[in-house]
């Protein structure tokens, strides 16, 4: 989460355990949410990954997350 807060983009991927691991490009259940502090970011993606928990358990998929401005996107890069 620091890495994503402070250089605004990350992929990981839980299956590998591996950070900005290369996927394909495309992008499939986005999340965004407005964030003020890190414990809101932490929040985000629990419940990003409870939410996507089939998904994000293929190895082939990567959590993507962007952070702009205070808006916290996070996506399954697929």
Known sequence: MD???E??????NLCT???NEQSSHSF???MSETI???SEADELLTKFIIENGYELSLPE???SGFYIDKLLVFAILV
């Open 3 to 5: 890495e994503l807060l």
């Open 36 to 38: 003020e502090n890190k």
């Open 28 to 30: 499939s259940n986005p």
């Open 7 to 12: 250089d605004g983009s990350s992929r990981f």
């Open 61 to 63: 998929n990567s959590i």
């Open 17 to 19: 355990g591996v950070m």
